[in-house]
């Protein structure tokens, strides 16, 4: 599977992006769709995920004001984010598993939170 991502920038506190990653390729028996991210110095983290049957979840620190979908034909999704703090500002990756247990990543976007 391979992944494009797109959607990340520069945006002032308060402020809301919307990323993409749309998905292309082997692209059956996805079960897994999700967004990671990863600050300078940090480790990458789980942002929010969605399974093939539209359960989600989120990190604590993204909850309430991100929200993670798909389209219909479930080779899209999207990290719509809200309230952006400056403490959200690192690069975000898409994320996708199969259930033959191959995962895929995007090559990242970057998103700046920053007066």
């Known amino acids: 599977v391979q992944l494009q991502a797109s959607g990340g920038g520069l945006v002032q506190p308060g402020g809301s992006l919307r990323l993409s990653c749309a998905a292309s390729?082997?692209?059956?028996?996805?079960?897994?769709m999700g967004w990671y991210r990863q600050a300078p110095g940090k480790q990458r983290e789980l942002v929010a995920g969605?399974?093939?049957?539209?359960?989600?979840n989120y990190a604590e620190p993204v909850k309430g004001r991100f929200t993670i979908s798909t389209n219909n034909v479930k080779n899209k999704v999207y990290l719509q984010m809200n309230s952006l703090k400056p403490e959200d500002t690192a690069v975000y990756y898409c994320?996708?598993?199969?259930?033959?247990?191959?995962?895929?990543w995007g090559q990242g976007t970057q998103v700046t939170v920053s007066s």
């Open positions: 390729g082997m692209i059956f028996s996805i079960n897994f």
């Open positions: 969605i399974t093939s049957g539209g359960s989600t």
């Open positions: 994320n996708v598993r199969r259930n033959s247990g191959s995962v895929s």
